[in-house]
């Protein structure tokens, strides 16, 4: 079938993105779902700093390549082995899909699926295939979602459905942003009510890790960004004090869980020096390959502290997408104030200059 997607084109073109245009909205061939795979319309994409690490070049992708990771949409057809989704419900898409047989899989979600992640890497679906083309020429698969187009087939290990009540442009933001801010608070942290928790680094990652934490009644909540606007919107939402990094070196400022959510070595150092004596520091920031950060070990071992990894918001994503829908239904995770504005697909260069700057917690793209 016949598609329109924005498809990267080539990694690490220069900025303005506006002007040197990576991304071109394009017409595409969509082939049909294999056994284990669905055909979905999509709804709403949200634009996030994974899209923009593969046309920056921080992430090596093969190119041409159709982005976009945070999605959710209509099922439109399924494959004969498909159980866990029906037509016409709507899906929330997850950029890791799981295949259930690997060690990986076995580990309640704080290891990413071995199979899965092998397939995001080479611009596949989760079993190997491929169904996009353009001039009869292949175009990859963005960490088997593609999202960033009118039409996507994915893996049904991508696809988690959810309610008619939830928004589409909620369900997206739920598929990334929220998975992977608030598993890092639920599944990696774990923060009793009575504890402290610091968010570092005011994205939608971060911003999600702020209300999920607001969520939970957590009595200190944290919030840390060198802009000033995100700093306010973060009290808005739920966070009890809000400082610039240099606020929080500067007055040693200190919380028992601090969550890394910026993706660059200064965040994560400022985050590790926040931490206190016995605390856990989670980076959820995904950094270029080769950049170092410089902490002291020794603090590790002298004030028993732990440095956690939580990729994905270590989630098991068809357990915890409906338990943050069940949330936002009752009004305690308010995904919607993520929102930083709607937009069309033909404003995709534009939104990844929003992206760069620090100007957007999350933009959506509405489809029709």
């Known amino acids: 079938m016949k598609i329109t997607g924005a498809v990267l084109e080539e990694i690490g073109r220069l900025r303005p993105f506006s002007q040197s245009r990576p991304l071109t909205v394009s017409d595409l061939e969509l082939g049909r779902p294999g056994p284990t795979e669905i055909l979905v319309r999509i709804e709403a994409a949200g634009v996030c700093h994974s899209d923009l690490s593969v046309v920056d070049g921080n992430r090596a992708r093969p190119v041409p390549m159709l982005l976009g990771h945070e999605a959710a949409g209509r099922v439109v057809e399924i494959g004969a082995a498909v159980t866990n989704v029906s037509p016409g419900q709507r899906v929330v898409m997850s950029f890791l899909p799981r295949c259930e047989n690997c060690s990986s899989c076995s580990e309640d979600g704080r290891l990413p699926c071995t199979v899965g992640s092998t397939s995001n890497a080479a611009g596949t679906l989760l079993h190997g295939s491929m169904h996009l083309s353009r001039d009869d020429k292949p175009v990859y698969h963005h960490l088997g979602v593609s999202g960033f187009a009118t039409h996507a087939i994915v893996d049904c290990a991508s696809a988690v459905p959810v309610g008619d009540d939830v928004p589409p442009d909620v369900a997206a933001v739920l598929g990334c942003a929220v998975l992977t801010g608030g598993g890092a608070v639920l599944n990696a942290a774990r923060p009793k009510v009575e504890e402290s928790i610091m968010v570092v680094g005011l994205g939608g990652v971060g911003m999600a890790a702020l209300?999920?934490?607001?969520?939970?009644?957590?009595?200190?909540?944290?919030?840390?960004?060198?802009?000033?606007?995100?700093?306010?919107?973060?009290?808005?939402?739920?966070?009890?004090?809000?400082?610039?990094?240099?606020?929080?070196?500067?007055?040693?400022?200190?919380?028992?869980?601090?969550?890394?959510?910026?993706?660059?070595?200064?965040?994560?150092?400022?985050?590790?020096?926040?931490?206190?004596?016995?605390?856990?520091?989670?980076?959820?920031?995904?950094?270029?390959?080769?950049?170092?950060?410089?902490?002291?070990?020794?603090?590790?071992?002298?004030?028993?502290?732990?440095?956690?990894?939580?990729?994905?918001?270590?989630?098991?994503?068809?357990?915890?997408?409906?338990?943050?829908a069940q949330l936002w239904r009752e009004g305690r995770l308010p995904v919607e104030e993520l929102i930083t504005s709607r937009i069309e697909l033909a404003d995709i260069n534009h939104a990844m200059d929003q992206l760069e700057d620090g100007k957007a917690v999350r933009q959506v793209i509405m489809f029709g």
């Open 211 to 324: 209300i999920t934490a607001a969520s939970q009644n957590v009595s200190k909540i944290i919030a840390v960004d060198t802009l000033e606007e995100k700093r306010m919107h973060a009290l808005r939402l739920g966070a009890h004090v809000a400082y610039s990094p240099s606020e929080v070196i500067d007055n040693q400022i200190k919380a028992k869980y601090v969550i890394e959510c910026a993706g660059n070595t200064r965040a994560f150092e400022t985050a590790f020096a926040a931490t206190d004596v016995g605390g856990s520091t989670i980076t959820t920031g995904l950094p270029a390959p080769d950049a170092l950060a410089k902490i002291s070990p020794m603090t590790i071992t002298a004030e028993a502290r732990t440095i956690i990894g939580s990729y994905l918001g270590s989630a098991v994503p068809s357990r915890d997408i409906p338990k943050y």
